[in-house]
């Protein structure tokens, strides 16, 4: 355990079973926080609890699928039944898609599964967590969007169309919420997962991708875990509705 910055706060992170979202997690609780890690996936899940605890954090985990309310409210049922409250939330989890351009006619189909999973999925554990965060006295939530929804990449109309539906979530509920003292905040990660990969290689855009980058390279999970970790801590206490790139300069806005 390093920092404490978090102390005392309970968070919940999606996706928590590898890439972004176990390293948010993982940074959370080297600062002081008990985690709810939530995934699909269960042997993915335990080895991310297994390396918190082996630092010293305080942490349990749960299956779950992002766009069942069912599984929004146990997680959140999990967070008070165990520690009392929920300080902390990061929408992480979201069910990628394949690339289709606009014309083919599966598209609807994967605007349906990409919103049910990242945008209704958010919106649930948002709704679930209001209560506790406002009873007590605030708290932080963190949106995950992506710079292709500011980009609009073709092929990628259903994930993008969705990341923006996110950062429209997040804005209205920093406007409706912020008497609350509940910030809601967005980031644009950009980091290399196995999926991206795969589609840098099979499009042969990987090196038209890096170009974009001002930062010369492509990010890993452990650059994006230092902002959410900002954005849930009271450093950022005057921080709501805003988007924040972690993408190494490829989108700015």
């Known amino acids: 355990m390093t920092g404490y910055r978090l102390e005392g706060r309970?968070?919940?992170v999606t996706g928590a079973g590898q890439g972004i979202g176990a390293a948010i997690a993982s940074a959370y609780a080297r600062e002081g926080a008990k985690?709810?890690?939530t995934g699909r996936t269960q042997s993915k899940l335990e080895d991310v609890a297994g390396k918190i605890r082996a630092e010293g954090g305080e942490v349990r985990w749960l299956a779950a699928h992002a766009g069942n309310r069912e599984h929004a409210q146990k997680t959140v049922g999990e967070a008070i039944s165990t520690w009392g409250r929920v300080d902390i939330l990061v929408n992480n989890a979201h069910t990628f898609t394949d690339y289709l351009p606009i014309e083919d006619p599966k598209l609807e189909d994967n605007i349906r599964i990409d919103m049910e999973s990242a945008?209704?999925?958010s919106l649930q554990l948002m709704q679930c967590v209001f209560p506790h965060m406002r009873d007590a006295g605030g708290g932080s939530i963190v949106n995950m969007g992506s710079s292709y929804g500011i980009r609009c990449?073709?092929?990628?109309?259903?994930y993008a169309s969705t990341k923006e539906a996110i950062r429209t979530l997040t804005k209205t509920?920093?406007?409706?919420?912020g008497k609350h003292k509940i910030r809601v905040n967005t980031i644009l990660p950009a980091a290399m997962s196995p999926k991206a990969l795969w589609y840098l290689k099979e499009s042969k855009s990987y090196d038209s991708e890096l170009a974009k980058v001002a930062l010369g390279y492509f990010g890993t999970p452990d650059d994006i875990a230092p902002l959410a970790l900002f954005l849930a801590s009271d450093t950022s206490s005057y921080l709501t509705g805003q988007t924040i790139g972690a993408d190494g300069g490829s989108t700015m806005l």
């Open 10 to 12: 309970v968070a919940i």
């Open 35 to 37: 985690v709810i890690i």
């Open 119 to 121: 945008f209704i999925g």
């Open 153 to 158: 990449e073709p092929g990628f109309l259903a």
């Open 173 to 177: 509920a920093a406007r409706e919420w």
